[in-house]
């Protein structure tokens, strides 16, 4: 299994700012992934972070809202730009296990809170 | 295109009665099946997965679901639930590409256990 800390766990910010998350992960990982949980709402994949490449976005989130960076095997951030109410979500991060089961371990999540 | 469908977004139940939490998904390809739970305020966990073999999958705290693939269902029950059980479950599924194993999650299932 894999051990992921988040920060910070909760913040609440103001509208135009920008939020910087970390993820860090106990043991090195290729692949590392966003989520973000809106109020009420399952999860929505955002984007998936590979050490050394651009981060691969889903529909609808880009890279200029949601700016990635990968540095090395165990870290990562994702960066809300510009915030607005609607960005009010739990962001998450996961990453794959280190066996080949498909099995993906999250961290406890980013409670983000825009006025 | 893969989905997760979680006709429950709530289920209300006494304690020691058994539950059956519902999943039927959609998808062109092959996948590997999970659930997750997430107690307030806290991150994802893995109550168990299908990845072949087997059609009944036994997980963690009692919990099992069994896969079906003529229904494409993957419901969870557990015969005789716990105040502890309250909480969100989650379906999930993934399908392997390029950029790793992406997870598609269902909206979600309120478990409620009252005494």
Redesign the interface.
């Known amino acids: 299994s894999a051990v992921?800390s988040q920060k910070p766990s909760r913040d609440i910010c103001q509208r135009g700012t920008s939020l910087t998350i970390q993820c860090q992960v106990d043991s090195q990982v290729?692949?590392m992934?966003w989520y973000r949980q809106q109020p009420g709402?399952?999860?929505?994949?955002i984007a998936?972070a590979?050490q050394g490449s651009e981060a691969?976005y889903e529909s609808g989130f880009v890279i200029d809202k949601f700016p990635i960076s990968r540095p090395n095997l165990t870290f990562s951030t994702l960066t809300v730009s510009n915030m607005s109410p609607e960005d009010s979500s739990i962001y998450?991060c996961?990453v794959?296990g280190l066996a080949a089961?498909?099995?993906?371990?999250?961290?406890?999540?980013t409670?983000l809170t825009v006025l | 295109a893969q989905s997760v469908t979680q006709l429950d977004s709530q289920v209300p139940v006494f304690e020691e009665a058994p539950v059956e939490l519902r999943c039927n998904y959609s998808s062109s390809v092959s996948v590997y099946l999970f659930w997750y739970v997430q107690y307030p305020n806290q991150g994802l966990q893995l109550l168990l997965k299908y990845l072949s073999g087997s059609t009944l999958v036994k997980g963690i705290n009692g919990f099992e679901a069994e896969f079906n693939k003529s229904q494409t269902s993957f419901h969870l029950r557990k015969p005789s639930v716990h105040i502890s059980d309250t909480a969100e479950y989650f379906c999930a599924v993934s399908r392997r590409t390029g950029g790793g194993n992406k997870l598609t999650f269902g909206t979600g299932t309120q478990l409620k256990v009252e005494l």
């Open positions: 992921i290729t692949m992934f709402q399952s999860l929505t994949l998936t590979n691969t998450l996961s794959e089961d498909n099995e993906q371990f999250f961290g406890p999540g409670r």
